[in-house]
């Protein structure tokens, strides 16, 4: 894929990707603890929002579907986050996460969603979370076997670098050393006040 020039937001937003189970959500968590903001995970609010609302069915029933729901909920966030103003936000997850979804699924990446994941863009480097095996764990919005999981992480590192970014693996460590050496590797990103 060919290179597509950085928004004016992208070197303040700052993905964080990978398998499920592998510390994401806890580490984007204890970055908004310390001031940062931070967008949610499209596909646990979307299965949120579906359960809530008494529909049982997505992700499971209608993958396509839950990719349409999930850049909806990506691009949503996206622009709150440039309206927002805030000089750093950590997205757990990001739109290019659709398109692996998709080839995860065995789907087709429909033109919109690809230009999607062309146009709204982030820092050039993205965190990538490796499976974890000692922390993976299912729950109710995750039913990945740990399998999955794996293949998920790899899929997600082949995708970002596909849309011209550099994948940076997190270190299998504390949610502390994580936060610190997220803070330390990204360019312009400092600690907040």
């Known amino acids: 894929m060919s290179s597509v020039p950085a928004s004016p937001d992208s070197d303040r937003f700052l993905v964080l990707t990978g398998g499920p189970g592998a510390g994401k959500s806890t580490l984007i968590e204890r970055l908004a603890a310390l001031g940062y903001a931070r967008s949610e995970e499209a596909g646990r609010g979307v299965i949120r929002d579906q359960v809530a609302v008494g529909g049982r069915g997505l992700p499971w029933a209608d993958r396509e579907l839950f990719a349409e729901l999930m850049l909806s909920w990506e691009l949503r966030s996206y622009r709150l986050a440039a309206a927002s103003g805030a000089p750093h936000v950590f997205f757990d997850r990001g739109l290019p996460d659709i398109v692996g979804y998709l080839?995860?699924?065995?789907?087709?990446?429909?033109?919109?969603?690809?230009?999607?994941?062309?146009?709204?863009?982030?820092?050039?480097?993205?965190?990538?979370?490796?499976?974890?095996?000692?922390?993976?764990a299912a729950d109710a919005e995750r039913k990945q076997s740990p399998e999955e999981a794996e293949r998920t992480y790899r899929v997600m590192v082949e995708t970002y670098a596909e849309y011209g970014y550099e994948p940076v693996e997190l270190e299998r460590a504390p949610v502390e050393e994580r936060v610190r050496s997220v803070l330390r590797m990204v360019d312009g990103f400092a600690p907040a006040e």
């Open 103 to 136: 080839r995860l699924e065995g789907l087709p990446v429909p033109a919109h969603v690809h230009a999607a994941a062309q146009t709204y863009r982030y820092h050039r480097r993205v965190c990538v979370a490796p499976f974890w095996p000692e922390i993976y």
